[in-house]
């Protein structure tokens, strides 16, 4: 049932009356989603999983089935008893993340089948080198951003990424920024593997769709995944849709809004868009979007960086349920999934109108949060509005809203948006967010260390996998995308601190700092003669200590370096190996005495 409720009393009265007539209205979104988690072991069993049950009466079986990460099809691996709570998986290997689904399935409730995902892995090893990036960035603000530009530049490079930036005009038209992507796609060595939209890039609007279910709001919607997908058809020739209360979602053909509700074909690029636009309440009129966007990325800079107000983050999760069962949809109930696979079972539920209170987001920090209410596009009821962003604290990293209207991002005020922009006090903390809800978002891959775009463009991907696909409720509309840098991980480690450097006799003397993180494994130390690489890495194993010596270096040559902190990451899902972002500093080599 596919339900507006931009009025939470209609809502009410609409659920009420389907729950009634199932006879299921006891359930919850908590019950469809399972707590995995996994202890791990060098030594056979290599990874035991373990879950609680939710109506055991209602369980009529349970199966287990595992692939490895990226692969499209599961294998069976038992069938499980109804009131089975683990199971030790003896063909496991070292080093490999693998994908687990509980599949439970339940009598007498709707849906059948719960959510039951986690990414898991023993020692997995670091991965130094996370692909290609396309920067895209909106050319009317590049000229103010230049600096930040910059630092989000070493950044990216120093965490392995391959950037390449284009700058693109904000008057252009979606086909042309998609042809610029195609022509820097083909003119790559390799393969890209990201985009990331900077800045109000030109927005792609598809389909005749109204996933939140409210009439007023069908038509296009915005559809990032059309600069994602690089050889799907996007026609723009027979959709027609006029009955949208605002003309920006109109769909006619030949008007340049595309036509498919669908993604045509598999994503090959993920995709995340950093857009301030129209924004006057985060926190005033008077805050320009240059601002704005300055605002995020020093944010995220020093999240990455382990400092300011992402010093300390505990791994606990936030989670606000003005929907609750909705008919046997449960919004909530991928929240929840990913609350588990993120973060663990600390978990807080505030009551309607407490996320910005002292007692939750305003004087706590979380890693993860999820929302969802009767709404609007610059609001989701029981959580707040567009202005509270910009004007409270709120200590959630990252953030799963649903409410209607909300996920038509591209709309003033909106407040998926809103809470990127941050505010004025450095206490507004979220660095990206997605409408979640319909359909559910299935991003366990995070909990293993992956990239949040990697993670999402996996979920819309699998709805084309055939047994492959996440269950229940996973197709991939066109709507479905991702606000925030889409390179950010949930865990970041401590890079080395105080990083200087020598040099005499033809060698490169570094030293850095002990660094205090547990489960540290030691450092890694890159080099490469230009500052935006590539790196090479100089070490073969992590060093033990904070010092390295290199004696092959050019002389007389500027050389950067790069200084990496490597950690055993404990999670829910396992261990892995976890590496910080990039302390650096460019030397010159001098050369020893002449012989």
């Not at 006057?280 to 605002?295: D, K, M």
């Not at 004087?363 to 609007?376: I, N, P, R, S, V």
């Not at 270096?553 to 404990?570: C, F, G, Q, S």
Request: with cysteine; aromatic share 8%; glycine share 10%.
């Amino acid at each position: 049932m596919n339900v507006c409720f931009s009025r939470l009393c209609a809502f009410r009265l609409a659920a009420a009356a389907v729950c009634a007539a199932l006879s299921v209205s006891a359930q919850s979104p908590r019950d469809f989603a399972l707590d995995l988690s996994a202890a791990v072991s060098s030594s056979s069993p290599r990874i035991t999983l373990s879950w609680s049950l939710r109506s055991p009466s209602n369980i009529v079986s349970q199966q287990l089935y595992r692939r490895t990460l990226g692969e499209p099809a599961w294998q069976w691996l038992a069938d499980l008893a109804t009131n089975q709570t683990s199971y030790a998986d003896s063909t496991a290997a070292v080093g490999v993340t693998y994908e687990y689904w509980v599949r439970r399935t339940y009598n007498g409730i709707y849906p059948s089948v719960a959510i039951g995902y986690l990414c898991a892995g023993a020692e997995v090893p670091m991965n130094d080198a996370p692909g290609r990036l396309l920067l895209a960035v909106d050319a009317s603000l590049a000229p103010e951003l230049a600096p930040e530009l910059a630092q989000l530049t070493e950044d990216l490079t120093g965490e392995g990424w391959d950037v390449h930036t284009l700058t693109v005009p904000r008057s252009a038209t979606p086909a042309a920024v998609k042809a610029q992507v195609l022509a820097a796609v083909q003119a790559a060595p390799t393969a890209p593997t990201t985009l990331y939209l900077l800045g109000h890039v030109p927005v792609p609007y598809s389909g005749n769709l109204a996933p939140d279910g409210c009439g007023d709001h069908a038509g296009a919607w915005p559809a990032d995944g059309f600069y994602a997908d690089l050889d799907g058809l996007w026609p723009d020739t027979s959709v027609s849709a006029v009955t949208a209360a605002g003309t920006r979602n109109d769909n006619i053909p030949g008007d340049g809004k595309l036509d498919p509700s669908l993604l045509p074909t598999p994503l090959e690029l993920a995709v995340g868009r950093v857009d301030l636009h129209s924004l006057s309440r985060a926190p005033a009129a008077a805050v320009s979007e240059a601002a704005l966007l300055r605002r995020y990325l020093r944010k995220a800079h020093d999240f990455r960086m382990r400092q300011g107000a992402y010093a300390t983050l505990p791994r606990r999760s936030l989670i606000l349920d003005s929907l609750g069962y909705l008919a046997g949809e449960n919004p909530a109930a991928s929240g929840w999934a990913l609350a588990f696979a993120a973060s663990g079972p600390a978990i807080d539920e505030p009551a309607a109108g407490q996320w910005f209170s002292e007692t939750f987001a305003g004087g706590k920090t979380y890693l993860f949060g999820y929302a969802c209410g009767d709404g609007a596009f610059d609001r989701v009821g029981g959580l707040g509005h567009t202005s509270d962003f910009g004007q409270l604290p709120s200590r959630v990293l990252f953030l799963s809203l649903f409410g209607s209207y909300s996920g038509d991002w591209d709309a003033p005020e909106n407040i998926l948006r809103a809470a990127l922009a941050g505010n004025a006090t450095g206490d507004s903390l979220a660095l990206a967010s997605f409408w979640g809800g319909r359909p559910h978002r299935f991003l366990h891959p995070l909990g293993m260390g992956a990239a949040l775009g990697h993670a999402l463009r996996a979920s819309q991907n699998a709805a084309f996998l055939g047994e492959g696909g996440y269950q229940p409720g996973n197709y991939a509309g066109v709507h479905a995308g991702l606000l925030g840098d889409p390179t950010l991980r949930l865990y970041p480690v401590e890079p080395p601190r105080n990083l200087n450097a020598t040099s005499a006799s033809g060698l490169a003397e570094l030293a850095w700092s002990p660094s205090g993180e547990s489960g540290l494994l030691g450092y890694h130390v890159y080099r490469a003669t230009s500052p935006a690489g590539p790196f090479t890495r100089l070490t073969a194993s992590p060093l033990a200590s904070p010092a390295f010596t290199d004696s092959s270096a050019a002389p007389d040559t500027a050389h950067t370096y790069l200084v990496r902190t490597l950690k055993r990451e404990t999670v829910p899902g396992g261990t892995f190996q976890n590496l910080s972002a990039a302390a650096r500093l460019t030397l010159t080599v001098r050369p020893g005495p002449a012989a």
